[in-house]
C-alpha cells in the first residue's frame, strides 16, 4: 500500500502488468453474481425487459422463477414498478440496455426512484462502444453524463469479472438508488485478488512519474497496455482504476497529478459530461493541471465492428499512448 491510505492502491511490480489471465466477459460477471446474491438475499428480484438471454440473467430465471419478473419492451413500466417493489422493502434489480436507461426511462428513473432515493439497483448492459453492430439506438454513450447528474444515484464502471462481481455485492449493501455498467466486452483480469469494490476509491495499478493514465471500466485494461508501451519509449506512466465514479476518489486524483503534472482520461463513453468530465471537475477545484480525454467524440456511435469503431473514435491503446506521449511533450516544453 503506498500513498493515500484512504484509497486502495494496489501497486504491480514496477514496469509489470497487474494480473492478467485468461479473458472473461462482464456478462459472465453479472449472472454469476445475480446467482450469488440472490442465494444471500431472498428480497433480491430480477426485473427484465426481453433482454435476460442477452444479459444473460437467464440463469437467475431458471433458479429463482419465483424472483424473476417479465415486462418485456416496456422500460417506463419496468422501473416504475422497480419503484413500488422498492417501498414494500425488495431490492429490484430492474434490466435492460444502458440506452433505453438513459434515454427511454430517464423520467421514471429520476421521479419515481432517484427523488425518494429508493433502493433499487440498476444494470445498464451493452454500455459504450463494444455494442458494436447495434447503432446509435442501442450503443449508449450518454449514460455516465445522464446518471451521474441525478441526485441520490451512485454510479459505477466496473472493468473487470472481479470489479463487477463485487460492485454487486457492494451494492446490495449500499441503501439508494445504484447505476453500473455491465459491457459486452470481455478483458483479462487486472485487479488483484484481495480486490473489493469500494465506492467513492480507485486503485493505483502502476506507478509513475510522467503522466497520469486515469480509467474507468474496460479502459482501465487499456491503459495498462498503453502504460506498458509508453514505457518503451521512455515515459514513466502512473495507471489509475476509477471504477466509482460518483462519488469520484478526489484525493488519489490528485495526489497523483501532484506528482505527474498532467493526466489522460480515458472511458469508453461519451467524453462530454462522463468521467473525464468528472476529472475536470475534481481537478479545477483544486489542482488544475493540462488532461486529455479519451472517449467517444461528441457524435453519435455508427454500426460497426468493436475494434473498428474503437479505432474510429480514436480509443485503442495506441491511441491512448499518442495522446500521452504529445502531452508529456507539451507539459516538458512548458517547464523548459
Given amino acids: 500500500?503506498?500513498?493515500?491510505?484512504?484509497?486502495?492502491?494496489?501497486?504491480?511490480?514496477?514496469?509489470?502488468?497487474?494480473?492478467?489471465?485468461?479473458?472473461?466477459?462482464?456478462?459472465?460477471?453479472?449472472?454469476?453474481?445475480?446467482?450469488?446474491?440472490?442465494?444471500?438475499?431472498?428480497?433480491?428480484?430480477?426485473?427484465?425487459?426481453?433482454?435476460?438471454?442477452?444479459?444473460?440473467?437467464?440463469?437467475?430465471?431458471?433458479?429463482?422463477?419465483?424472483?424473476?419478473?417479465?415486462?418485456?419492451?416496456?422500460?417506463?413500466?419496468?422501473?416504475?414498478?422497480?419503484?413500488?417493489?422498492?417501498?414494500?422493502?425488495?431490492?429490484?434489480?430492474?434490466?435492460?440496455?444502458?440506452?433505453?436507461?438513459?434515454?427511454?426511462?430517464?423520467?421514471?428513473?429520476?421521479?419515481?426512484?432517484?427523488?425518494?432515493?429508493?433502493?433499487?439497483?440498476?444494470?445498464?448492459?451493452?454500455?459504450?462502444?463494444?455494442?458494436s453492430r447495434a447503432g446509435a439506438s442501442h450503443n449508449c454513450i450518454e449514460d455516465l453524463a445522464v446518471m451521474r447528474?441525478?441526485?441520490?444515484?451512485?454510479?459505477?464502471?466496473?472493468?473487470?469479472?472481479?470489479?463487477l462481481f463485487t460492485l454487486m455485492e457492494e451494492a446490495v449493501k449500499t441503501p439508494g438508488p445504484v447505476y453500473f455498467r455491465v459491457a459486452r466486452y470481455a478483458v483479462p483480469e487486472f485487479l488483484p485478488p484481495e480486490y473489493h469494490f469500494t465506492w467513492g476509491k480507485g486503485i493505483r495499478l502502476r506507478e509513475g512519474e510522467d503522466v497520469t493514465l486515469l480509467g474507468t471500466g474496460i479502459m482501465s485494461w487499456f491503459c495498462?497496455?498503453?502504460?506498458?508501451?509508453?514505457?518503451?519509449g521512455g515515459v514513466q506512466a502512473e495507471v489509475i482504476h476509477m471504477p466509482s465514479i460518483k462519488p469520484l476518489d478526489k484525493d488519489l486524483v490528485l495526489e497523483s497529478v501532484r506528482k505527474t503534472g498532467c493526466a489522460v482520461t480515458a472511458e469508453n463513453a461519451s467524453i462530454v459530461g462522463g468521467f473525464g468530465a468528472a476529472v475536470l471537475e475534481a481537478l479545477s477545484e483544486s489542482w488544475p493541471v493540462p488532461l486529455e480525454r479519451v472517449g467517444v467524440p461528441d457524435t453519435f456511435v455508427e454500426s460497426g465492428g468493436t475494434n473498428e469503431l474503437f479505432q474510429r473514435c480514436g480509443m485503442r491503446p495506441e491511441d491512448i499512448v499518442q495522446r500521452a506521449?504529445?502531452?508529456?511533450?507539451?507539459?516538458?516544453g512548458k517547464k523548459r
Avoid at 501497486?11 to 489471465?21: H, M, S
Avoid at 413500466?77 to 417493489?85: D, I, P, R, V
Fill in 325 to 332: 506521449i504529445a502531452l508529456v511533450h507539451r507539459v516538458k
Fill in 1 to 131: 500500500m503506498v500513498g493515500n491510505k484512504e484509497s486502495q492502491t494496489m501497486v504491480a511490480e514496477k514496469g509489470k502488468q497487474p494480473i492478467g489471465g485468461a479473458r472473461k466477459e462482464l456478462r459472465d460477471a453479472f449472472a454469476d453474481a445475480l446467482l450469488h446474491l440472490g442465494e444471500l438475499y431472498p428480497q433480491v428480484l430480477f426485473l427484465d425487459a426481453d433482454l435476460h438471454t442477452s444479459t444473460k440473467a437467464v440463469v437467475f430465471k431458471e433458479r429463482y422463477p419465483n424472483r424473476f419478473y417479465q415486462f418485456g419492451i416496456a422500460e417506463q413500466n419496468l422501473f416504475g414498478a422497480a419503484a413500488g417493489l422498492a417501498w414494500e422493502g425488495f431490492i429490484p434489480f430492474p434490466s435492460t440496455f444502458a440506452s433505453f436507461v438513459a434515454r427511454r426511462a430517464l423520467d421514471q428513473i429520476a421521479i419515481s426512484i432517484a427523488y425518494p432515493a429508493l433502493n433499487v439497483k440498476i444494470p445498464g448492459s451493452y454500455a459504450g462502444v463494444p455494442t
Fill in 149 to 163: 447528474s441525478l441526485p441520490n444515484v451512485k454510479v459505477a464502471d466496473p472493468g473487470s469479472y472481479r470489479d
Fill in 224 to 232: 495498462v497496455l498503453a502504460a506498458t508501451e509508453l514505457e518503451k
